[in-house]
């Protein structure tokens, strides 16, 4: 087995009991083999993208260290999205769960199935805050996540309340 790498994923949710869905899938990021959650952002309320009349969103981070090769991450990620409920039915549309690796160590790669590291989370700022609140030193493309969520606009991006 691979020595763990630190890896970051992206968590989303706008349909149902979004807390429960968020909680749920931070606990099955941990109990995940080979990884361990290191920690968790806080939770954010945002607009969402896409097909208009949806919920707003509540979105977070994780922070894992872990020994799964990223394809098999991606591929537990997808499970765990299914466990409570995804559909897949229209890009940017509404879904209980949306779990994305946004980073997987030091791994630059871009097929079919997976883009590393991911190749929109620069752009977004309901994804840089709550990584933000995990890793704001961390450079990517030659900036911190804080110096590239600086760049951003965040005023739809508010704490959520429970």
């Known amino acids: 087995m691979p020595a763990p790498v630190t890896a970051y994923v992206a968590l989303g949710s706008n349909l149902g009991d979004r807390h429960a869905h968020l909680a749920a899938a931070l606990l099955a990021l941990a109990a995940l083999p080979a990884t361990r959650l290191v920690a968790s952002s806080a939770v954010y309320e945002t607009a969402p993208l896409g ?34 409920g995804r559909l ?31 190749p929109a989370m620069l752009a977004r700022a309901f994804v840089l805050t709550p990584l933000c609140d995990l890793a704001p030193e961390l450079v990517l493309a030659g900036r911190s996540m804080a ?16």
Do not use: C, F, K, M
């Open 51 to 84: 097909p208009a009349g949806q919920q707003d969103y509540l979105n977070a981070a994780a922070r894992l260290e872990t020994g799964l090769a990223p394809h098999t991450l991606l591929d537990a990620l997808l499970t765990i999205e299914q466990t409570r």
């Open 88 to 118: 897949r039915r229209e890009r940017w549309g509404p879904r209980t769960l949306d779990l994305d690796l946004l980073l997987h160590g030091e791994t630059t790669l871009a097929d079919p199935r997976l883009t590393l590291p991911h």
């Open 147 to 162: 110096q590239h969520l600086a760049l951003l606009d965040r005023s739809g991006v508010r704490p959520a309340s429970v």
